[in-house]
């Protein structure tokens, strides 16, 4: 009897130092590690806090840059959007570490290291623990933040979706669901007898129908449903990203915990409804496919690879909602906004449209042709990158250039300042010049609002072809202005977004 005693003794006194040792490695040690590590290649930083690191820094430099609304429509948004950056950068250098939490993250602008880093490294860095765990009630395990051999064969899986002409083939639900929108600027102009509307609440509506049509079809409605549910999960965990995240912390009782665990049961019951119904149509031999879109191409090439994993089906479908929807709108609404205040080159962009589409109806085989809106697009991609930063942790020592990354530092690439950057852009870079998009001689690595590499959009030519469509068809119903109500107050909650919307005033025109 007192041998075992003995011997549970000796195993439980050996778990508790495990465990000691492991929190005391994990929130000590390590991050000291790291910083020693990165005061000896000459990488400073401000000093951080036991635990909570510099985030209490962030939110106070960003609270006090934004709590005005800017008193123009000026570009030069750097310094209200990544005060710390400017500030950081200005005192440590171009290479400064910072502490989110425990997690160590090196702010690198140098664009040979970043092409170097994005293109060699994808498959040993990326999301930190940190990053999933803010992400993961509403998106799980998909594309967006696995990481390693998982994303290597995710990103083959999803692909083939957003290529050629299955591409092509989402073309027609864009073209329909903007006529409805389209539709429905008219009546609120009609109804409300005023020209005002606030843009970008249409988009949203609009690039979530897009989404869901392409994603479910026919089951659409139902897709839409799910959404609605996905967007309020999305804003429930936004709250957390500013917080610490302590492990450990989800299993703790509260309402905050209890609201996200009912609304993601219920998004993955409806999920799995749509999936059952389309694997049954198969099973019974009613259908020899699971359809069209991409619900149904990720089934078949989920099926086709071995074994059909339901819970990946429903990560992904959840990640093309968030990673392709808001991201749209909001590349929209800065476009309308850059557009309803650029008169010049709203007509540009006009007189290319009508010589191209006359009815205003685009044809998908054609877009390719859309130059002028193409250099708009890629403009307002740079002033406005709805993803201001891009983060990487690196999972194994990393030698870039004369840099050596440590296992567990995070690279924090600040995409904003890199589009904003004078030395890159010229004096004119806080201004709105499409026109330095004529030409293909800027460097390849300064433009990166899609992000660089293997790792990069998958789907940036679904978002771009979305774009040419829907603005196509809005310019030539409607010539537009900015309103007097409009105030210009960019904000970043995950992306970049305007405080008070975009209020624009439409005319129709006679086509
Ligand atoms: C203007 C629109 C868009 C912008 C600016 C944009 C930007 C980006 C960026 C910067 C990344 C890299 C993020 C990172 O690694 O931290 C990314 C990844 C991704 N995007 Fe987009 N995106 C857009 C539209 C879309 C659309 C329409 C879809 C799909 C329907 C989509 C799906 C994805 C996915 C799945 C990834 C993860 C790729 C991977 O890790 O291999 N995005 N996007």
Redesign the pocket.
Known sequence: MMVILTILLVILVTLFIKVCYDTISCYWLNPLRIKKIMEKQGVFGPKPRFLIGNLNDISSFVSKATCEDMKTINHDIVGRLLPHFVAWSNQYGKRFIYWNGIEGRMCLTEIGLIKEFLSKCSTISG?SWQQQQGSKHFIGK???M?NGED?YH??HL?SPA?MGERLKSYGGHMVECTKEMVESLENAILESGKNEVEIGEYFTKLTADI?SR?EFGTNYKKGNQIFNLLTQLQSLCAQSTRKLCLPGSRFFPSTYNREIKSLKMEVERLLMEIIQSRKDCVEMGRSNSYGND?LGMLLDEIQKSGTLNLQLVMDECK??FF???E??A??LTWTAMLLASNPIWQDKVRIEVKELFNQGVPSIDQLSKLNVLHMVINES?RLY???TL???MAFQDIVLGDLYIPKGLSIWIP?LAIHHSEELWGKDANEFNPQRFASKSFMSGCF????FG???????S??IM??KIILTMLISKFRFNISENYKHAPITVLTIKPKYGVQICLKALDI
């Open positions: 999301k998909g594309l967006l696995t994303w995710q990103r999803v957003f989404i392409t991409l990640t093309f990673a392709g929807h991201t749209i909001l590349l991609l990158p709805p993803a891009l983060p990487r995409v990166i609002p899609f992000a293997p790792r990069n959009c998958v789907g940036q679904f978002a979305e774009a």
